[in-house]
């Protein structure tokens, strides 16, 4: 159980354009997903947080209005990073979380989608 | 505000050797704790959680950690290691702030088997 999953795995993209990346929960209700960025050889860093049907929480420098994020359902949430340059190059996690903290199980961990892997030519 | 330490961004050990890996928490609240485990370009995998009750806590793959508020610590550990075990672990704290819950990490230990 508490399956995510992320499409694509990878994408190469042109400078200038925008790419949508998918994150799903398989197996259970996600309350809100989280958005990491990952850099080599470095740990995650939250860009943002989503609830269903509410507006994203962004971390402080990161531009909403460059990734843009949207949870529309309780199953799906998606990070379309728009005009993409190569300094946006990285890896990008998603993870998702069923419910209130201290009701156990999906509710109170994080489960992490495989990643995926944007590289801005 | 929270903060997680990994003690050695290397940790190498022999097949078959005890594996420790150390975490250290700051946090103004009692802690939600987590090992995970990250293969090379693919996501992370939950190796176990501390959230309340009994502080040693066993999860996959024979890790286990010890949660010890009074040293602020939550060290994973395996009796003995496998080929398979070598990767990037992550500790990280989970607390609420601002309404959200907020996950930090510590930096990562990569783990090398020596065969």
């Known amino acids: 159980g508490a399956v995510v999953s992320q499409h694509p795995s990878w994408v190469i993209c042109k400078s200038g354009t925008s790419v949508k990346i998918e994150c799903r929960s398989l197996?259970?209700?996600?309350?809100?997903m989280f958005w990491y960025r990952q850099f080599p050889k470095q740990s995650l860093m939250l860009m943002a947080t989503s609830n269903e049907g509410s507006k994203a929480t962004y971390e402080q420098g990161v531009e909403k209005d460059k990734f843009l994020i949207n949870h529309a359902s309780l199953t799906l949430s998606t990070l379309t990073v728009t005009s993409a340059h190569p300094e946006d190059s990285s890896f990008y996690i998603c993870s998702a979380r069923g419910g209130l903290r201290g009701a156990g199980s999906t509710q109170d961990t994080q489960y992490f989608g495989p990643g995926t892997r944007l590289t801005v030519l | 505000a929270q903060s997680v330490t990994q003690l050695g961004s290397h940790v190498s050990v022999s097949e078959g050797a005890l594996v420790l890996l150390r975490c250290n928490y700051s946090s103004s609240v009692p802690p939600y704790l987590f090992w995970y485990v990250q293969y090379p370009n693919q996501g992370l995998q939950l190796l176990l959680k501390y959230t309340t009750g009994a502080t040693l806590v066993k999860g996959i793959n024979g890790f286990e950690a010890e949660f010890k508020k009074s040293e602020t610590s939550f060290h994973l550990t395996k009796p003995s290691a496998h080929m398979s075990d070598a990767a990037e672990y992550f500790c990280a704290v989970s607390s609420f702030i601002g309404g959200n819950e907020k996950l930090t990490f510590g930096t990562g230990t990569r783990l090398t088997i020596i065969p």
């Open positions: 197996d259970f209700q996600a309350t809100t």
